[in-house]
């Protein structure tokens, strides 16, 4: 495997399938190195950056924000390196620094300083590499574009649920994801102190009001998953509290009210709650209205945003040789110093 074993068991921790990281990471730089005029290489960087030259790298944040995806960005340097530069042997003995994955691999040393879901400020390093340059310049994009967009989730995530603390709301997703990335996304959401909705169509039932419409009605539609699913939560859209009334006499699970103002919310809950309705409110959400909303004791707020529209947290890599330095005074010699040859 092209990843390590701190790097596996860090995106094993963190919910993630490293052979599913593996192939996203793959199909990433495959956009970097297709092939070209100069066939399929990191032209400037073969061409500016001797073979040998080692260096260091560290990921500096240059805003605050919410940090998530760090053990990805490690395996995309891990990969690059194994799968573009040659070989990785690994070498065992190093133990990771707490809060830290720190692996030496055919010259390529990773030390995470923040976990997934720290807040930071500028001038913080979240992640150092230390290794053959070409390989650190050819990974800086994807291992960037990656950490950028899933900070930025994390991020977002978080302003949401900061304004919505104290209330007993939660803030959740949807699956209003980028393709492919979809795990990832759900993964920086739970970064930023938001909690998952369904990951697939499979995971639980939601009838929306199309659903409505090709069934013939509220408690049809909902009659209809029951019977054919009978294990399976059934959670019902509703934009009316004549739907909620018949959702919830339907023995729906929850209850999605749809671009309604926090009055009707209020009386939606009122009406799911006796029953052990859980509610959910959706559509039309701001995080100016956020708190507002989440006060009409509703028991999440759905936000699309967090993963369709959330900006990049921005993080930059900067290069240092200064390990070149350190190898020359490690290696230095005195004149009048004995030698063993």
């Not at 573009?84 to 055919?106: F, K």
């Not at 879901?117 to 990656?146: F, I, M, Q, S």
């Amino acid at each position: 495997m092209p990843v390590s074993a701190p790097i596996r068991g860090a995106l094993v921790s963190a919910g993630l399938d490293p052979g599913m990281i593996i192939e996203i990471v793959r199909r990433a730089v495959c956009e970097d190195l297709a092939d070209g005029p100069a066939g399929a290489v990191d032209a400037t960087s073969v061409a500016t950056v001797a073979p040998d030259l080692q260096g260091r790298a560290a990921i500096v944040s240059r805003a605050r924000g919410v940090v998530a995806g760090l053990p990805v960005a490690a395996a995309v340097f891990e990969i690059v390196l194994t799968e573009q530069y040659g070989s990785r042997d690994d070498v065992a003995g190093i133990e990771p620094a707490p809060r830290s994955v720190s692996e030496r691999a055919g010259g390529l040393e990773i030390t995470i300083s923040v976990s997934d879901g720290d807040r930071v400020g500028p001038g913080d390093a979240v992640l150092t590499v230390a290794g053959p340059v070409r390989a650190l310049l050819t990974a800086e994009r994807t291992a960037l574009n990656l950490l950028c967009h899933l900070s930025g989730v994390a991020t977002a995530t978080r302003r949401w649920v900061d304004a919505v603390d104290g209330t007993g709301a939660a803030i959740r997703d949807t699956r209003k994801t980028l393709p492919g990335l979809r795990a990832l996304e759900k993964y920086a959401v739970r970064c930023g102190g938001g909690v998952n909705h369904r990951m697939s169509l499979a995971d639980a039932a939601l009838v929306k009001d199309n659903h409505v419409i090709a069934a013939g009605g509220v408690a049809a539609a909902f009659t209809a998953v029951r019977t054919r699913f009978p294990g399976l939560a059934v959670e019902v859209e509703c934009d009316t509290q004549a739907q909620v009334v018949e959702a919830v006499a339907a023995g729906a699970d929850l209850i999605l009210c749809d671009n309604m103002t926090p009055d009707e919310l209020r009386e939606s809950v009122a009406l799911a709650r006796p029953a052990g309705v859980a509610v959910e409110a959706s559509g039309g959400l701001t995080l100016a209205v956020a708190r507002a909303v989440a006060e009409t004791g509703v028991n999440f707020l759905a936000v699309g945003a967090l993963t369709h529209s959330a900006p990049a947290l921005d993080l930059g890599l900067d290069l240092s040789l200064d390990l070149v330095l350190d190898q020359r005074l490690d290696n230095h010699i005195e004149p009048n110093q004995d030698r063993d040859l």
